[in-house]
């Protein structure tokens, strides 16, 4: 029973693999929906009221940089005028859309690799999802299940089609330059000169569209331009974050309202910036978000890249979802401070290279110990995930720490040391045999 837990997801018959992570799938959206209902509403929370009038077309109560993620509450109106529904239920329509969507690619990649089979389980029981549905009105939850589909057509090789898909990302939300980027190195070798001018020109033109689109907003509340605006966040949040040092401005005095120190500047309706005093708040809060959001996950994708990191990756899929999720996990504390969100920008790296990672270890635990060991790993998240689900965040960083403690030293008597060569080769031969047992059954399925 231990060893068909932790057998390989691609060993099961396609049938049960199926079964498996739609089972999956369920599990996943019942204890999201289960925490909003547990949760204030969905349409008050956050930065909801600026989608919620951009839907309705009420751009008087929208503002700069809020204008700029402007396609997924377009969407919503069309269902509203579509359906003759509210605001309200336009949103839960696409949310629900959005999350069945992203699901579903997520384990339609999964079940193709080698990890064990209680991670289509792992997957499903995160926080991350938790807070995600939460959030359904803002453009995260839309965004994610473009991003799934531009994650399928890496997979599919249809680089054309990818590079198309900047387009409605980038009218989605202005991070879409980021994507533009890892994806023009991940996929840059495979990119005809063509897909790169497709790539660059659409997320330009997308830029473009949302300008206009978002010029009956408000501008952002220090009345700067947008680009210095977006710019701007980056050393004051990194300060905050980072360095623990708490930013005041003329404009932003929630913090403080005498700062210790003051510097003169003219940048709109900025004339002062400061130092409020220093503060651990960022740190805690940081590390509260990496050890809990995607549970034990981190720590088994951090151990299965250093064992694997002297190989290059040749999946375009595996490298942009390396690239883009570390670039996600390092600018989130630059971005702002809702972190349990900012790191969620991250999941590809957690749900899509992870599983792919198990492709590329040849060495599989063999004796029962070991077996034990990786289900045990496995009931640690399991435990994280519970730990920070019921207390919602309001937990001891040292519970989190032990629980991370406990999941390594199984971890590494799982996967134990790394292999010799020759123990790689024997590996690759039996992974090599075990594939061509199950092309063979998958043909005597057809023949039946």
């Known amino acids: 029973m231990i060893r068909a837990f932790n057998a390989p997801i691609r060993s099961l018959p396609p049938a049960l693999r199926v079964a498996a992570g739609l089972a999956a799938i369920i599990c996943c959206l019942l204890y999201a929906m289960y925490g909003i209902s547990h949760s204030e509403s969905v349409f008050i929370a956050g930065d909801a ?44 329509i696409e949310g629900t859309a959005s999350a069945v969507f992203a699901l579903v690619a997520i384990y339609y990649l999964a079940l193709k690799t080698t990890a064990p089979r209680w991670f289509l ?39 054309l089609a990818a590079a198309i898909m900047m387009f409605p990302l980038m009218l989605s939300r202005e991070s879409t330059s980021l994507t533009l980027v890892c994806f023009l190195i991940a996929a840059w070798k495979r990119l005809r000169w063509t897909d790169r001018v497709v790539a660059v020109v659409l997320t330009l033109a997308g830029s473009v569209v949302v300008k206009h689109l978002a010029m009956r907003a408000q501008p952002n509340s220090e009345n700067l331009p947008e680009s210095i605006y977006m710019l701007a966040k980056v050393p004051w949040n990194f300060m905050n974050n980072v360095f623990g040092l708490v930013p005041w401005s003329n404009v932003n005095t929630q913090f403080c309202a005498v700062p210790r120190w ?39 994708l951090g151990f299965l890249w250093w064992r694997s990191r002297k190989a290059n990756p040749s999946s375009v899929l595996l490298r942009f979802a390396l690239l883009y999720g570390t670039a996600s996990l390092i600018l989130a504390p630059m971005l702002g401070t809702w972190f349990a969100r900012l790191i969620g920008y991250a999941w590809p790296i957690f749900f899509v290279a992870l599983p792919l990672l198990f492709d590329r270890i040849p060495c599989k635990p063999t004796t029962l110990g070991r077996e034990c060991a990786a289900l045990g790993f496995f009931g640690a998240h399991m435990l994280l995930f519970s730990v920070a689900y019921r207390w919602f965040w309001i937990t001891q960083l040292e519970v989190n720490l032990v629980i991370w403690a406990i999941g390594y030293f199984l971890l590494r008597y799982w996967l134990g040391t790394e292999a010799h060569p020759a123990d790689r080769s024997r590996a690759q031969q039996d992974q090599s045999i075990e594939l061509a047992r199950e092309r063979a059954v998958r043909l005597d399925l057809g023949n039946i």
Request: net charge negative.
């Open 121 to 159: 389980f792992a997957v499903a029981f995160v926080p991350f999802w938790s807070f995600l549905l939460q959030d359904l009105v803002l453009p995260d939850l839309w965004y994610s299940a473009l991003l799934a589909l531009l994650l399928l057509l890496l997979q599919e090789d249809q680089m």
């Open 262 to 300: 003051t510097f003169p500047v003219h940048l709109g309706r900025v004339h002062a910036i400061g130092i409020c005093g220093f503060s651990d708040t960022g740190w805690v809060l940081i590390s509260e978000a990496v050890l809990s959001e995607f549970g034990l996950l981190p720590l088994l």
């Open 49 to 92: 009221r600026f989608y919620i009038a951009m839907a309705t077309g009420d751009y008087s109560q929208v503002m700069q940089p809020f204008a700029s993620r402007q396609l997924g509450a377009l969407f919503v109106t069309g269902l509203m005028h579509w359906l003759h529904c509210t605001v309200e239920s336009g949103f839960l």
